[in-house]
């Protein structure tokens, strides 16, 4: 018996069919949400390629949504960024057009940035205060609203960190702003996602296939995160080779860093061999989770799922190889980026379908 039939011996069909109805508007509310996370990703990583984040040195919640709009207030603004080492090491003698076109990205990325609350916050309040939530969806909604909230703040954190003895942002920090946006973009997956019908998959065949799911998606995010600290060293364009670095699979000097553990976070050949490595080792695992899933669930939904996850995973390495061999040219390395979050969005979306929906309240 499939949930959906318990919940109506439970609940009176009309009821049940309003509950239908407001989970369909939720799911379709979280989807532009998530659509507009990952425009919000890949306009990031456009940002880092074209070393536009620092181009506004303050952080102006509310008075930041308007741009300049006279010569005298783009000047204020340009004035503001050649007191920064990034101008003054790096953009010594930029024209003020030349600003302009980094200002513009930067500009883009916040307002985006604010934009995505609107969307969210405002249809939350109106769903919540027309009883179209019930009353489980209330928390792990308004959490995943004070976790954007936070976001904005750790995005600031993560443009100070460039505005004084650096002439860009710390990697560390950028690693930590890309993850909590793809967290944010994974949370609201699994919600609507738990949101949906039962795909009608058997609960006794889907059962052992968590285990490794579960595995895939940590390890995604284990990967996104090397490639924030890839993109904050700017290790992509540096051993432009595949599949040797520096002319080994596993070159000598990795790890070579005292004390070992800065190697993993500031030494440009062992991030970018982390992330070779971890690479390989998602391709493996989402195509051993295939193999499961044929062998234990043959012409389920969770083994078609899990096939198409790991043919993205596989187009997506396809995608890095080329960034890395092209050395780093915008339009690929955004695919790549954008290859990411659509790579979790799978993962996640796979990962809660093999549980049971979220079930109806009365």
Not at 80 to 101: H, R, T, W
Not at 139 to 160: R, S
Not at 331 to 359: C, K, W
């Amino acid at each position: 018996m499939t949930d959906s039939v318990e919940v109506a011996g439970t609940i009176a069909p009309a009821k049940l069919r309003d509950r239908r109805r407001d989970r369909a508007l939720i799911r379709a509310w979280l989807g532009a949400v998530i659509v507009m996370i990952i425009a919000m990703i890949v306009v990031g990583g456009a940002t880092r390629l074209t070393n536009s984040g620092l181009s506004i040195t303050e952080w102006k919640p509310i008075h930041g949504v308007i741009p300049p709009l006279n010569l005298s207030e783009w000047q204020e603004e340009f004035t503001k960024y050649q007191q920064i080492p990034q101008y003054q090491q790096l953009n010594k003698g930029m024209s003020l057009d030349a600003f302009k076109a980094i200002f513009w990205w930067e500009w883009g990325h916040r307002l985006l940035g604010r934009l995505i609350g609107v969307v969210f916050f405002l249809p939350l309040l109106f769903f919540w205060f027309t009883g179209r939530i019930e009353r489980k969806l209330v928390p792990p909604l308004v959490g995943l609203f004070v976790l954007g909230g936070l976001q904005g703040g750790v995005g600031w954190w993560m443009v100070a960190s460039g505005l004084v003895n650096r002439v860009d942002v710390s990697q560390y920090r950028l690693a930590t702003h890309l993850v909590i946006a793809c967290l944010i973009l994974a949370a609201a997956v699994w919600i609507r996602r738990g949101l949906a019908p039962s795909d009608g998959d058997a609960p006794a065949a889907t059962a052992p296939l968590k285990g490794m799911a579960t595995f895939l998606v940590v390890l995604v995010f284990v990967q996104i995160f090397l490639g924030g600290l890839v993109a904050g060293l700017d290790a992509g364009f540096t051993y432009n080779t595949w599949p040797l670095i520096d002319g080994a699979i596993i070159p000598s000097r990795v790890y070579q860093y005292d004390p070992m553990w800065r190697s993993v976070f500031e030494d440009v050949m062992t991030v970018q061999f982390d992330h070779r490595m971890v690479a390989y080792l998602l391709l493996v695992g989402a195509l051993v989770h295939a193999f499961q899933t044929f062998r234990l669930a043959r012409g389920s939904r969770a083994a078609r799922r899990a096939r198409h996850l790991a043919v993205l995973v596989l187009a997506q390495a396809g995608l890095g190889i080329a960034t890395l061999l092209l050395v780093v040219p915008i339009d690929v390395a955004l695919t790549h980026q954008f290859g990411a979050a659509v790579v979790l969005i799978a993962a996640v979306s796979h990962r809660r379908a093999l549980s049971s929906p979220i079930p109806i309240d009365d």
